[in-house]
């Protein structure tokens, strides 16, 4: 089973910066996703932003709502990826969950984090 842990999390005022990490517990070569979701209360969990490895290269997805203000980035040879939010606003308050996808030993596998609470209020 592949693991997944986040950190990073925590309160920061409206137009602060905080920076999520992911580490996954297995090789690079064994993954082809990793993102990020999040999920406010009395809502449904929502894409954030997503890395993708293919046979172009490296790809990035953004919902609108982040885009300009979040980046995602990763470290192959640690299996870890990351999420700069910068100019954060309220709405921008939820756990945020990471989701890595790949296939180990030939098959597929679709792994979450616990989650990291992010809260931005004054």
């Known amino acids: 089973q592949v693991q997944v842990v986040e950190s990073g999390g925590g309160l920061v005022q409206p137009g602060g910066s905080l920076r999520l990490s992911c580490a996954a517990s297995v090789r690079f070569s064994n993954i082809n996703r990793m993102g990020w979701y999040r999920q406010a209360p009395g809502k449904e969990r929502e894409l954030v932003a997503t890395i993708t490895s293919g046979e172009s290269g490296e790809s990035r997805n953004y919902a609108d709502s982040v885009k300009g203000r979040f980046t995602i980035s990763r470290d192959n040879a640690k299996s870890t990826v990351f999420l700069q939010m910068n100019s954060l606003k309220p709405e921008d308050t939820a756990v945020y969950y990471c989701?890595?996808?790949?296939?180990?030993?030939?098959?597929?596998?679709?792994?979450w984090g616990q989650g990291t609470q992010v809260t931005v209020s004054s």
């Open positions: 989701n890595v996808r790949g296939i180990v030993w030939g098959s597929q596998y679709d792994s």
